[in-house]
C-alpha cells in the first residue's frame, strides 16, 4: 500500500523555467511533509517542508505548496537550473507519532536542459 | 563538520551470508534511523535508534537488527541474506525531534 505517490517518475524542463513536481497522499494523519533531492552515489538532502497548518512555504527558488483537501501537494522551482537535475523525493510523517519515520514517494526524476 | 558517514560504500554477499553496515552519525545528533531504498523505490523505513535503544520499527523481519554505541554511532546487521535485500541502505540522523534528519551517502548492498 503505497501512503505517498509521485505519480511522475521523469520531468524534462528547459533551463530558466517552472519546474513542478507533484505527489500524493493517501494517510489523512500525515501532518508534515518533506521534499529531498538526491543525487547519484550521495543520500537524500533536505531541500523544504511544510506543516499542514500551513498551504504554503517558500525558500529562495523552492516552493511546496499543500492542498489537504485533495491531499496533494507540489513543488516549485523557478527558475529552474541545470543543477537541479536529480531524483526528488516527496516523504510524509505523522508527528503524532513521536516518531522520525519517514514515508517517502518512489521519486520523481528531474531534468533540467540548456 | 563531517556529516552522516556510512561504511563500506559497496559490499558484495550471497545468499544466506550475513552483513553489518556502519554508520556514525553527523556530529552533535543522538539519534539514528536506517532506510533501504530498493532500485526505482523510495526509502523504507527500517527502525530507528535512540539511546541505545530501538524505538520504533518498520516492516521488516527479524533478520534484521541493529545496535547503537555509547558514541551514537550504530550498526544494522542482516541475517540470512536473500536476493531481495539488495539495495541501497542509508542511515540518517538528527539532533532533536524537530530537526530535519541529515542523510548519509549510504551502503550499497549487492546479494548474488
Known amino acids: 500500500d503505497q501512503q505517498v505517490k509521485q505519480n511522475s517518475p521523469s520531468l524534462s524542463v528547459q533551463e530558466g523555467r517552472i519546474s513542478i513536481l507533484n505527489c500524493d497522499y493517501t494517510n489523512s494523519m500525515f501532518d508534515y511533509f518533506l521534499w529531498y533531492k538526491k543525487y547519484p552515489a550521495e543520500g537524500p538532502t533536505f531541500l523544504i517542508s511544510?506543516?499542514?497548518?500551513?498551504d504554503k512555504n517558500e525558500d529562495g527558488r523552492f516552493t511546496v505548496f499543500l492542498n489537504k483537501s485533495a491531499k496533494h501537494l507540489s513543488l516549485h522551482i523557478v527558475p529552474s537550473q541545470p543543477g537541479d537535475s536529480a531524483v526528488y523525493f516527496c516523504?510524509?510523517?505523522?508527528?503524532?507519532?513521536?516518531?522520525?519515520?519517514?514515508?517517502f514517494g518512489t521519486g520523481t526524476r528531474l531534468q533540467v536542459f540548456p | 563538520d563531517a556529516g552522516v558517514t556510512q561504511s563500506p560504500t559497496h559490499l558484495i554477499k550471497t545468499r544466506g551470508q550475513q552483513v553489518t553496515l556502519r554508520c556514525s552519525p553527523k556530529s552533535g545528533h543522538d539519534t539514528v534511523s536506517w532506510y533501504q531504498q530498493a532500485l526505482g523505490q523510495g526509502p523504507q523505513f527500517i527502525f530507528q535508534?535512540?539511546?541505545?535503544?530501538?524505538?520504533q520499527r518498520g516492516n521488516f523481519p527479524d533478520r534484521f537488527s541493529g545496535h547503537q554505541f555509547p558514541n551514537y554511532s550504530s550498526e544494522l546487521n542482516v541475517n540470512a541474506l536473500l536476493l531481495g535485500d539488495s539495495a541501497l541502505y542509508l542511515c540518517?540522523?538528527?539532533?532533536?525531534?524537530?530537526?530535519?534528519?541529515?542523510f548519509g551517502p549510504g551502503t550499497r548492498l549487492l546479494v548474488l
Open positions: 535508534y535512540y539511546e541505545e535503544e530501538e524505538r
Open positions: 511544510i506543516s499542514s497548518i500551513k
Open positions: 516523504a510524509a510523517s505523522d508527528l503524532s507519532e513521536n516518531t522520525d519515520k519517514l514515508i
Open positions: 540518517a540522523s538528527r539532533a532533536d525531534r524537530r530537526e530535519t534528519q541529515y
